[in-house]
């Protein structure tokens, strides 16, 4: 017999009330019902493509994943819009100081607190810029934390602490759309005159209702019942990429298709910059170097330097004015989103 873990929080009193009261429960398709909200969600419903999925081999495991895997490109696709509304709203947040800040819970939170970490290696941006919120802290991230992510209020005494103002954008992310710390974050930000976003896999949830622009993925159920990290947990992690890489595409912080707004801190660094100058401008590893080094180190300022022809004080200024945005410092043009 397998029994609760030792360590395991679980409310008892909501155990029993559920076991005791019994209450007639009208059947819905899949095995939905009426009463049991969690089974309106199609990322909770049984997934027919996987039954009897523990007798199959690794092979046909691996297959039935990728087979449903291939179902979210196809499911973010129908959000494109949304997601370029959010897109602009970020760049025009963080354009005008503001932040971006994610609030998740569970896998989701992990997936935030992933995308946001990887903001300042790849792009440059201080860590204030990109921030998020876990139900449960940082420690959460690593294991299941002793925190009731069903609680509103504690969604709002989360992002109280980062008092939430008019310049920032809160994206809450949940795959039910439905948890209440999540929830609750996001109305309070919203109260609060903040730009609020949702990404969810499922239609008309509360999360939908509390946020300015919703992003909804149905990627439908998973292969593994009620397991969201899979294909809806992969849905949240394109999403945010596009996101964040839109948004700092928008902000300049890319050349062509080149991440120029990197900053040299190590051989690796050094050496992707070399290269970008070189691709860019068109120059050999030589050239690459010395302008590298004429420029103190700084691959935006010698890509202007160079593109524009000017000197190293005037691609300063050029980039000051454009907000960072090199292709409009080498045109010595404003940002305007």
């Known amino acids: 017999m397998i029994g609760l873990a030792a360590n395991c929080t679980f409310p008892m009193s909501l155990l029993t009330e559920a076991v005791l009261k019994p209450e007639h429960k009208p059947e819905h398709r899949n095995g939905a019902s009426a009463a049991d909200p969690m089974q309106s969600l199609t990322t909770e419903r049984l997934n027919d493509a996987s039954e009897g999925f523990d007798t199959k081999s690794a092979l046909d495991i691996a297959r039935i994943i990728n087979h449903e895997d291939v179902k979210v490109a196809s499911a973010i696709k129908k959000a494109m819009p949304e997601i370029a509304i959010v897109i602009d709203t970020v760049a025009r947040c963080l354009r005008d100081g503001g932040r971006l800040i994610y609030v998740g819970a569970g896998s989701s939170g992990r997936i935030a607190a992933l995308d946001a970490s990887e903001c300042p290696a790849s792009y440059s941006t201080a860590p204030q810029q990109v921030q998020y919120i876990m139900a449960g802290g940082p420690k959460a991230l690593a294991s299941a934390a002793d925190v009731n992510e069903d609680s509103p209020e504690l969604g709002q005494r989360d992002i109280a602490r980062r008092r939430p103002t008019r310049k920032d954008i809160i994206i809450g992310i949940s ?123 700084s691959v935006p300022i010698a890509l202007v330097m160079l593109k524009a022809g000017v000197d190293k004080m005037e691609a300063v200024r050029r980039l000051a004015k454009s907000d960072g945005n090199v292709r409009l410092a080498i045109e010595d043009s404003r940002l305007e989103l």
């Open 175 to 297: 795959a039910g759309g439905r948890t209440p710390y999540v929830v609750g974050a996001v109305q309070y930000a919203r109260d609060r005159g903040a730009k609020t976003a949702a990404v969810t896999c499922n239609q008309d949830t509360p999360l939908a209702h509390a946020a300015d622009t919703t992003i909804v993925a149905e990627v439908g159920p998973e292969v593994i019942s009620g397991s969201t990290r899979m294909k809806a947990g992969t849905a949240q992690k394109m999403i945010l990429n596009m996101i964040t890489t839109g948004a700092m595409t928008r902000l300049g912080y890319v050349y062509e298709n080149l991440m120029v707004n990197v900053h040299m801190k190590n051989e690796k660094l050094v050496e992707r910059g070399i290269r970008i100058l070189m691709k860019a401008c068109d120059i050999d590893r030589e050239d690459a170097v010395r302008s590298i080094k004429s420029s103190g180190k």
